[in-house]
């Protein structure tokens, strides 16, 4: 069986069996800062476990795409040496909500696996393991299924325990394994077997967990409402189904290996050479399926982990002979393998390749300058009889050449070298670490948690805030702020749950409505409203009078202005997505929003800042819309009509069969989602980017206004515009006073410099030159200093206005009254530079138009002085 066949079967199978098929969620977790990517089945259903969230189905089967790579799962380097280890993979799984349990699941598997309708195995090469103490899964294989008791296996909490965490749901689990044959045993000095050497004779496929109990700092409680999760994985069971012994032999990777020997010209083998081929495969479908997902490489996050997987594969590419970006070819082939299963993965390839494309460029123009100082640092390690790359030298490689450790790790590694990791982490630990660890928190608080405990057997929340500001409800429940069932009076803080509501819950961007929930002689004053997975909403407030108890009827109020500029926005960031699309490409994807009453904040990816006509044309397209008064309406409709008719839905965002598709005008815009809106786009009023700046690898944000905000907006920029007018005036006064004194020390040490190199021409003194100065005022000053450093001779001084203009002074000293006229000289200096002016015979000024001609006019002096001396 193919693997495409392998994973149609099982979901046919269990659909036989009474379960939902529910489509692969995506990497990206939705609401949930804990995990960086999917990594498992259960994860889309991990609220369901919990009691958080219900479903209209109690059973379910999925084939879950999953990465494994970074935080805990920090084995990448494995990736292509081993024949199990994988960045990407999908693993199958079915699941009971408090429906079916150990005897139906166990039987369920064997079924599946053995029965010639499906996969048909041998059943003598088949083995399962249990928990140590689970007698009732011993009972349910032996003598239900017809397992042989010395096929049963009883393995420890290590192996068939299985926790989410240090509290929560947990349970034993029950393994089924492949025996590969005798003639793969291990020497183990107790035998080849799974309870003794686990080695790769015993192939575990399928991993059947029963969550019976609750992990308590007391310790384990039984659950009342027991589940089953379950993971099968794809390829493991493919070697199976396909009679090979690693994972990379079978028919999932073999047309990706195909394109790229047709790239590089080289052949896939099964020595050495195979390791370059299965890395850039695994690598190359792992990032394709995270673009597909809206990933983008950056410096931190996810974005960080792809970025490292990218450039491992890339490295491992220089090993096949590449020097130019490859992997966004190779991402064709991944989309050809995968994309019937997956198919976004092919409407999404254009963008996929060029993303790859564009981060390989990237890593390539210094892969070659870091790949030549790793080899030299190697060259000089060996040489000086070390074996092992310093810390230092990892970190200067990662921060000069952008060389994770993975690939610094894995060239030591090549060369028989290691690396001193701990060296490198302390390193590192002096600058901003890059890949950050999600948080150590969880979306929902241990108060959310036992608020809905207490909330397992009550109603969810009726939400009316799409048509009403103000209703009538009842209180269902008051907790405290730790999440304890309470009564509450005046000063305290409470969390309230209501029948029915107005209040919005934050979520899709949107903030929580702020507002009062009053009755006689009690107010509330709500600052917030949350929503719990299981649908009740949560109005976090204060008691200002009164005393609040569960069953009051009381009237929940909407603070509606600032619900009315809430959906102003909400509704401008719909008409914002459409507009960036079409100006931009539609490659551009919503990658995160705030919608809060004073401002709207939209993420999207996209390469390179916008331009200001693009922005420009943004505004206009968006402005249109609203002038246009096109109709917003909102209808719910199943998910794959609403997909049908062009409906955009968001990444990473979980949708339920059915949805609430928000359109403007006539389908100009149409999107799921589940925020509040205007009626009419005219409500708007106006739209007004305020900035757009880059926040990541390949996301852009904007942040802009709407109605009143963009009058706000702009009156505060007319106000810092004038405070910056003022500092500026006051700033240019200072700098005035300061140019004057500079002009007038440079003056001074100008004048003796002028002085020392007077002429004299028939016994007189002369001073003829250009003066640093700029207005007739100053030039006269300084002629005055001149003459009287001179005591008895002539001044003439020359200088370029600011106007281009040449200005010019000359004087003549007392006792040379009769024999020289510094009008008549300043005339004939003037004409040479294009000019005229004369004056006194004691002092006279002039002006030029040609500034160029001034030197020669200056040198002029001596001969016009003579000529009028008579000499």
């Known amino acids: 069986m193919t693997g495409s066949e392998i994973r149609t079967a099982f979901i046919e199978f269990f659909k036989s069996k009474g379960h939902t098929h529910v489509p692969s969620s995506s990497l990206v977790p939705h609401n949930d800062p804990t995990l960086l990517f999917t990594n498992a089945g259960m994860n889309q259903f991990k609220d369901t476990f919990l009691g958080l969230e219900k479903r209209d189905y109690s059973r379910a089967v999925t084939a879950q795409k999953c990465v494994r790579a970074g935080g805990k799962h920090n084995d990448l380097e494995e990736v292509g ?72 296996v009883r393995l420890g909490e290590k192996d068939n325990f299985w926790r989410m965490g240090d509290t929560g749901p947990c349970g034993p689990c029950s393994e089924i394994f492949w025996d590969m044959g005798p003639e793969h045993a291990c020497d183990h000095p107790k035998g080849c077997a799974i309870d003794t050497c686990g080695c790769d004779r015993w192939r575990e496929f399928w991993n059947n967990v029963f969550m019976q109990y609750n992990q308590t700092a007391e310790g384990l409680v039984p659950l009342e409402r027991t589940g089953v999760d379950t993971g099968l994985g794809l390829e493991r069971m493919a070697t199976i189904m396909q009679g090979v012994w690693s994972n990379w032999e079978i028919d999932l990777w073999k047309p990706i290996f195909a394109r790229i020997a047709e790239l590089s010209g080289r052949t896939y083998g099964d020595g050495p050479e195979a390791v370059p081929f299965r890395v850039i495969a695994d690598h190359a479908r792992c990032c394709t399926f995270l673009i597909a997902d809206g990933v983008r490489f950056s410096n931190e996050g996810r974005g960080y982990v792809m970025r490292r997987i990218l450039r491992r594969a890339v490295r491992f590419g220089r090993n096949l002979g590449f020097t130019g970006p490859f992997i966004w070819q190779v991402a064709g082939a991944v989309a050809d393998v995968m994309g019937d299963a997956y198919p976004e993965v092919r409407a999404e390839l254009p963008t996929i390749q060029e ?5 390989e460029e990237r890593f390539f123009r210094t892969l070659e300058q870091g790949m030549a100082r ?88 009726a939400f009316v805030g799409y048509t009403e500001l103000s209703a009538e409800g009842r209180v269902l429940a008051v907790f405290d702020e730790e999440g304890n069932p309470t009564g509450a009076g005046a000063g305290s803080s409470v969390v309230i749950v209501l029948d029915r509501t107005p209040f919005y819950a934050e979520g899709g961007g949107q903030v929580g409505d702020t507002g009062r929930i009053v009755a006689e002689g009690l107010t509330v004053e709500v600052e917030d409203c949350r929503k719990l997975p299981s649908g009740h909403h949560l109005h976090y407030g204060t008691v200002q009078q009164g005393f609040l108890e569960v069953g009051q009827r009381v009237e929940a109020q909407v603070d509606a202005g600032k619900r009315r500029a809430t959906q102003k926005n909400h509704t401008a960031t719909h008409l914002l997505h459409k507009a960036l699309r079409a100006v931009l490409g539609t490659h551009v994807h919503q990658a995160g929003s705030l919608v809060a009453p004073d401002r709207l904040r939209f993420d999207f990816a ?49 949708y339920g069969d059915v949805v609430r598709v928000v359109s403007v005008g006539d389908g100009w815009s149409r999107e799921l989602c589940g925020g509040c809106h205007v009626s009419n786009t005219s409500q708007i009023q106006y739209f007004k980017v305020i900035s757009e700046s880059g926040i990541g690898g390949g996301v852009r944000r904007i942040e802009a206004a709407t109605g009143a905000g963009v009058i706000r907006h702009l009156e505060e920029a007319q106000a810092r515009a004038a405070e910056a007018q003022e500092q500026l005036r006051g700033r240019v006064k200072e700098l005035e006073k300061e140019l ?24 007189i003194k002369v001073v003829a ?103």
């Open 81 to 152: 040496f081993t024949a199990r280890h994988h960045t990407f993979f999908e693993m199958m799984g079915n699941f009971s909500f408090g429906d079916y349990f150990k005897e139906e699941a166990l039987a369920y598997a064997w079924e599946f696996i053995t029965s010639p309708e499906w996969l048909g195995l041998p059943k003598e090469r088949l083995w399962v393991s249990i928990y140590k103490d689970d007698d009732e899964a011993f009972d349910v294989w032996h003598n239900k299924v017809g397992v042989p008791a010395d096929r049963i």
């Open 355 to 359: 993303e790859l494309r564009r981060e």
């Open 374 to 461: 790793l080899e030299e640092i190697l060259r000089n390690m060996r040489q000086d009889g070390k074996s092992t790359v310093s810390g230092q030298d990892a970190f200067v490689l990662y921060d000069t050449y952008g060389f994770p450790l993975d690939i610094v790790r894995d060239v030591a590694r090549e060369h028989g070298f290691t690396v001193d990791e701990q060296g490198y982490q302390a390193a590192m630990a002096e600058q901003k670490a890059r890949a950050r660890a999600a948080r150590d928190v969880s979306y929902v608080t241990e108060a959310q948690t036992r608020i809905a405990a207490h909330l397992e057997s009550v109603a969810p929340t």
């Open 606 to 654: 996209h390469t390179g800042p916008m331009t200001p006509e693009q922005i420009a044309a943004v505004e206009e397209m968006v402005n249109g819309e609203i002038e246009a008064a096109e109709p917003v309406t909102w209808t719910e409709m199943p998910i794959d009509e609403a997909k049908a008719l062009g409906a955009m839905a968001l990444f990473g965002e979980k």
């Open 740 to 763: 004057e004194q500079l002009r007038a020390k440079l003056a001074a040490s100008e004048t003796g410099s002028l002085v020392e190199r007077a002429r004299e021409v028939g016994g």
């Open 769 to 871: 030159g250009t003066a640093p100065v700029a207005t007739m005022d100053d030039l006269r000053n300084m002629t005055d200093v001149i003459r009287d450093k001179l005591g008895s001779g002539v001044v003439v001084l020359g200088a370029v206005a600011g106007d281009g203009k040449v200005n010019l002074v000359a004087a003549v000293t007392k006792d040379l009254a009769g024999r020289v006229h510094a009008g008549k000289l300043i005339k004939e200096v003037a004409q040479i530079c294009g000019g005229g002016g004369g004056g006194r015979p004691d002092m006279a000024t002039a002006g030029g138009k040609n500034p160029e001609r001034l030197g020669e006019a200056l040198n002029a002096v001596p001969r016009l002085l003579g000529e009028q001396l008579g000499l």
